[in-house]
C-alpha cells in the first residue's frame, strides 16, 4: 500500500490563545507524513510571508488537513479562521555554525553575530540555544570588538526611532533594590530643563521592579514608536517599555532567558543597553552602577572595570557618555516593588523632599545628562537639577508626562494600590539598623509576587544609622496571595534582611 503523500497546506482555525510565541497544533498522522514531532520547529508560510513556529500535535483536537494557530502566529502572518498556511520542517538554522562556534569559545566576525543574532529575532532558536548562546559569556567572555558587533547587530534587527533633535537619556544597570523609581524623578527634571529626553526601559530581569514596571502602576508604557514621538515632542519626556517597539527586539528575548536563569552576563548587559539606547537615536548618555554589598557590582573595583567598558563601547558607537558610580549599600528610598516605588516617587515629587538615597541620587543623575548639553558647566548640573524639584517644576512636568501616557494626572499617592495582604517585622530589640541585605531583600520582594504582582513589595520604616526601640516596626511585606506573602515571610526570617545592634556585642570571659 503506497505511502499517504504528505499535506500541501493547511486550513487555520486561529485559537483566542496566546502562548508567547508562534505555535501551531495539527493532526499526529499529518505531523508523522512531515516528519515532525511534538514542539519540532518549522517554518510557516502565507501569501509571501514565512515566520518560524513550534509545533504541537494532537489525535482528537484538530482533524486532518487542519491547524489551530495561536494569536501570535496569526498576528506575525496576518491570519483569520479559514486562512490556508504552508508548514515544513525547519532545519538548521543558516547561523547554527556560528551558535557552535561561540560556545566553544571561539570569536564571531561581525557577518556571523549579524546572522546569529537575525536568526534569534526571526524565532529559529530554542529558549534552550539561546540560553546556551547567554551562558557562553559567562565562560568565555566576548571581546571587545565581538560586543560591538553585537550591539550593531541587535540595533540593525529592529526598528530604529529617529527624532528631529538632540536625544539625552538616562540608565541603571539595577541591581540595588529601589532604584526603579529614581527615573521618575530624574526624567521629568530633564525634560523640564527643555532636553529630549524619551526613556525607554525593560522590565526587571532579576530585581523587584524596572522602571517600566513601576511607571506602569501610574500610566500606560506599551506605545507603537509614532505614538512615543508624539508623547516626547509634547512633553519632553517619556518613561516607555521598549518592548512594544521592536527596538532591539533580541534584547527583549534575551532578558526573557535571563530572567529564567537569573543571570546578567556584563557584555550582554552592555549590549543590551547600548543597543536599545542607539535604536532610540541617544547621543548623550549618563549611566548608573550602583556598588555595594549584595548589589549587582559590590566593588569599585569592578565598578571601574564597567564604565571602561561602557566608556569604550560609547566611544566605538559615537555616543557622549558618562558614568556615575552611586552608592548601593543597601535599597533607595523606602521602598521596594512597583506601586510601594510608584508611591514613594509621587510623595516625594509633591511634597518635594522625600528620602535622602532617593532625592539626592535622582538630582544628582539629572544633572549630569544636563550637564552633557554644554547649556551648563560641569559640576554644576546638581544644584541646577535641584532648583527644578524644590521648585515643583519637575512634578508638574511629571503630571504632563502621565497625563500624556494615558494616566491619571491628578492622582494621589494614597490611590496607588497595595497588596491586599500585609505583615510588618518588629525589632527585636532597642538599638540601631546596622545592616540590610540587598539579596535578601529583592529575594523576599519578588517571593512576594514583585514584579508581576505590582502590589508586592517591601516597606522599610528604618534604615541603617535609624535608632529603634523593641518593637518598633522595621518593615512592611505586601502581597496580593496569602500564599507568596507565608513565603517572604519565611525568607524574611530566614536570612535576616535587617540587623539591628545595641551597644553591646560580647562580654569577655
Known amino acids: 500500500m503506497p505511502l499517504a503523500a504528505p499535506p500541501k497546506d493547511f486550513e487555520v482555525e486561529v485559537l483566542n490563545v496566546s502562548t508567547g510565541k508562534p505555535f501551531v497544533i495539527i493532526n499526529e498522522e499529518d505531523a508523522s507524513l512531515l516528519g515532525l514531532t511534538p514542539f519540532s520547529k518549522i517554518i510557516v508560510s502565507s501569501d509571501n510571508r514565512s515566520v518560524y513556529a513550534t509545533v504541537s500535535v494532537s489525535k482528537t483536537m484538530v482533524g486532518r488537513g487542519k491547524a489551530l494557530a495561536s494569536l501570535e502566529l496569526a498576528e506575525k502572518l496576518y491570519l483569520k479562521t479559514g486562512s490556508r498556511i504552508v508548514i515544513k520542517p525547519a532545519g538548521l538554522p543558516p547561523s547554527y555554525p556560528y551558535l557552535l562556534k561561540r560556545i566553544r569559545g571561539e570569536r564571531l566576525s561581525y557577518n556571523e553575530m549579524y546572522s546569529l543574532i537575525r536568526d534569534v529575532v526571526n524565532g529559529a532558536y530554542d529558549e534552550a540555544e539561546i540560553a546556551a548562546f547567554l551562558l557562553s559569556q559567562q565562560y568565555y567572555v566576548l571581546d571587545e570588538d565581538e560586543l560591538v558587533s553585537l550591539i550593531k547587530a541587535m540595533v540593525e534587527t529592529g ?38 529626553i524619551p526613556k525607554t ?35 519632553r519626556g517619556a518613561l516607555v517599555w521598549g518592548g512594544k517597539l521592536n527596538l532591539a527586539p533580541a534584547d527583549d528575548i534575551f532578558v526573557n532567558v ?38 549587582k557590582i559590590e566593588d569599585s573595583n569592578q565598578a571601574d572595570q564597567l564604565a571602561g567598558l561602557f566608556i569604550r563601547q560609547a566611544a566605538k558607537l559615537g555616543m557622549r557618555i558618562r558614568v556615575a558610580i552611586t552608592f548601593g549599600g543597601q535599597p533607595i528610598g523606602m521602598s521596594v516593588g512597583p506601586a510601594l516605588e510608584a508611591r514613594e516617587a509621587l510623595e516625594t515629587l509633591i511634597n518635594k523632599k522625600g528620602s535622602r538615597s532617593l532625592v539626592d541620587k535622582a538630582v544628582l543623575i539629572a544633572g549630569l545628562v544636563m550637564e552633557l548639553s554644554g547649556k551648563i558647566p560641569f559640576g554644576q548640573g546638581e544644584a541646577y537639577a535641584r532648583e527644578i524639584f524644590t521648585s515643583g517644576k519637575a512634578y508638574e512636568k511629571f503630571r504632563e508626562i502621565v497625563e500624556a501616557q494615558g494616566g491619571n494626572p491628578n492622582i494621589k499617592p494614597d490611590e496607588v494600590p497595595l497588596g491586599r495582604y500585609s505583615y510588618t517585622f518588629k525589632s527585636p530589640l532597642e538599638g540601631a539598623v546596622t545592616y540590610i541585605d540587598n539579596a535578601a531583600v529583592t529575594m523576599v520582594a519578588r517571593a512576594a509576587g514583585a514584579p508581576f504582582d505590582k502590589g508586592a513589595g517591601v516597606l522599610f520604616h528604618a534604615k541603617v544609622g535609624y535608632r529603634v526601640n523593641k518593637g518598633d516596626p522595621l518593615f512592611t511585606i505586601y502581597s496580593n496571595s496569602e500564599n507568596r506573602l507565608e513565603e517572604a515571610i519565611n525568607l524574611a526570617s530566614r536570612y535576616s534582611m535587617v540587623t539591628v545592634e545595641g551597644m553591646l556585642l560580647k562580654i569577655l570571659p
Open 201 to 235: 526601559s525593560s522590565r526587571a530581569i532579576t530585581s523587584p521592579a524596572g522602571t517600566a514596571d513601576t511607571m506602569e502602576v501610574l500610566a500606560r508604557v506599551d506605545f507603537t514608536a509614532d505614538e512615543i514621538k508624539e508623547i516626547a515632542k509634547k512633553t
Open 258 to 295: 535571563e530572567r529564567k536563569l537569573s543571570i546578567d552576563p556584563w557584555h550582554q548587559m552592555v549590549a543590551s543597553i547600548l543597543s536599545k539606547k542607539l535604536a532610540m537615536s541617544v547621543e548623550s548618555l549618563v549611566i548608573d552602577i550602583p556598588v555595594g554589598k549584595k548589589a
Open 159 to 196: 526598528v530604529k526611532i529617529s527624532f528631529d533633535e538632540h536625544v539625552f537619556d538616562e540608565h541603571s544597570i539595577g541591581g540595588v533594590p529601589g532604584n526603579s523609581k529614581v527615573a521618575l524623578i530624574a526624567v521629568p527634571i530633564v525634560a523640564s530643563f527643555g532636553l529630549l
